[in-house]
Structures are given as structure tokens and as C-alpha cells.
């Protein structure tokens, strides 16, 4: 999987207790655009799959927690949790930078200057004059 690339798919393990808390994690999830969610590959757990330009893991994890879901976390799924915390929130700082001025790029900056200044058959002797005639 590329890491630089936009869209993401994850998997969610939750903790036993509540019992029924992947089921009404799915249904919640189901519900939001641009979005998609299945079955996990293990039990108690949910495979989602988001584009970073709509949605973060992080956040992701806080709205449910904040629900009152659990989720099956160990120390290196912390670790791991937290770096694609930090990628996926750098990927969408990005999304909003402008270009940078670049190679690619210079052509605009001369046409935009050859745009500003008096080019072909201009002439600066008012119509009015008469001597453009």
C-alpha cells in the first residue's frame, strides 16, 4: 500500500465489552458519505475505507469513543495508531498548500508578465489627437 496515496483502508478491532458494540459500530458507520465499511477479517473488527480529503482515523476514533465504543488497542497498534495519526493529518495540510513555483510551472509567471506590458500595434496617442491619422 502506498502511504502517500489519498485513500486509506483500515481495520477497527473492538474489545469484547459491550457485546454488541461492532454491529452498532457498522451501522453507525454505514450512514457516511464517501465512505465504505464491512466486516472485518477478524471477529470484532470493521475494514473501513475513507479518503483523507473527508475523514482521519483519528477522528474517526475519537466520534466513537466518544459514543461510548471500545476498541482493542495494544502497545504497538498505539505506536502504529499515532504515526498514521500524524501521516494522514500532514496528507491533508498538504491537500490545502498551494503549488509551489516551480520549473514546471514558470511558463505562467511569463505570460502573466508579458501580459502587463503594452505588446503589438498599441498606441499610446489618444484617438482624440488627430495625429494617428
Request: proline content about 6%; glycine content about 4%; aromatic content about 10%.
Amino acid at each position: 500500500m502506498n502511504p502517500f496515496e489519498l485513500h486509506k483502508e483500515r481495520i477497527l478491532v473492538f474489545s469484547d465489552e459491550p457485546a454488541d458494540q461492532v454491529e452498532q459500530a457498522y451501522l453507525l458507520l454505514e450512514g457516511l458519505k464517501n465512505f465504505e465499511v464491512e466486516r472485518g477479517p477478524i471477529d470484532r473488527s470493521l475494514r473501513i475505507r475513507y479518503s483523507v480529503a473527508h475523514y482521519s482515523l483519528e477522528g474517526l476514533q475519537k466520534a466513537l469513543q466518544k459514543e461510548g465504543f471500545v476498541f482493542d488497542i495494544s502497545l504497538l497498534d498505539r505506536i502504529r495508531h499515532t504515526l498514521i495519526h500524524y501521516c494522514e493529518d500532514v496528507q491533508y495540510h498538504n491537500l490545502k498548500t498551494p503549488e509551489p513555483r516551480t520549473k514546471n510551472n514558470s511558463q505562467e509567471v511569463f505570460i502573466k508578465a508579458y501580459e502587463q506590458h503594452p505588446h503589438g500595434d498599441h498606441v499610446d496617442i489618444p484617438p482624440e489627437s488627430g495625429a494617428a491619422k
